[in-house]
């Protein structure tokens, strides 16, 4: 793991993200960076937030809440992405502090959340978790996406913006690179303007396969504490 500071992580990897781009014929700066800051200290956030980082990603609610009321973050226009596991006892506290939910993965957690950002009185963008590899514990089957993306859009409170898939961790390029090539069909089917593929060790495949976001943690913030 490189030990360069956060500003110069991020502007590499943007700098290599484009070359990537070009490579595959596809215009620079169409992939956005969601840094992904699960295990990470606000300060190191609010390092990237003014490096020019536009959007973070955490996985737990509970962190999520006491990081957000840090003073760090304190007046940072930063879009904050939810990409945990959907409980639907947590649906509440999810419209409440995230503004789009990128792992809807079932009916239920649809509904839930649905239901909540009614009575938010907002609508929340949400992109559909696919299950795109068999280690994969959560994610929408892709046979079953198109049921679960009707559920979602007779949700009045929620529109579905996208596809959002995990690729299969540890695995070679090419089993890495069917995954995705999966999650962008769906993607094509569904519509939207997100597909969110591609994380610190296969953004690689991700952007070759038509990724517009790619979801960096330790690439940009380093390990995890
Ligand atoms: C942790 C996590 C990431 C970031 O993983 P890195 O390998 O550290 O880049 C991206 N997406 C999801 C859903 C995650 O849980």
Not at 21 to 48: D, H, M, N, W, Y
Not at 96 to 119: I, K, M, N, T, W
Not at 171 to 197: Q, V, W
């Amino acid at each position: 793991m490189s030990l360069q500071p956060i500003p110069q992580r991020l502007s590499a990897l943007r700098a290599q993200i484009d070359e990537e781009l070009r490579a595959c014929g596809r215009a620079p700066g169409t992939v956005r960076i969601l840094g992904v800051s699960k295990k990470q200290p606000a300060f190191a956030i609010a390092e990237a937030a003014a490096a020019g980082l536009d959007a973070i990603g955490e996985n737990y609610v509970q962190e999520a809440a006491s990081k957000f009321a840090d003073p760090e973050l304190a007046g940072l226009h930063l879009q904050k992405h939810y990409i945990g596991h959907v409980q639907t006892n947590k649906a509440k506290a999810i419209v409440e502090l995230f503004d789009v939910v990128q792992s809807v993965d079932r009916a239920d957690a649809a509904h839930a959340l649905g239901a909540a950002a009614a009575r938010a009185g907002r609508v929340l963008p949400v992109l559909l978790q696919l299950n795109v590899s068999p280690a994969e514990r959560f994610g929408c089957p892709p046979g079953d996406a198109p049921a679960l993306a009707e559920r979602i859009a007779a949700e009045p409170a929620l529109r579905l913006d996208g596809v959002m898939a995990i690729g299969p961790l540890g695995a070679g390029p090419n089993e890495i690179a069917r995954a995705f090539e999966l999650a962008a069909k769906t993607f094509a089917l569904l519509g939207g303007s997100t597909l969110s593929i591609g994380m610190s060790g296969d953004w690689r495949e991700a952007v070759r396969a038509g990724s517009t976001m790619v979801r960096i943690g330790t690439a940009l913030f380093g390990e995890r504490r």
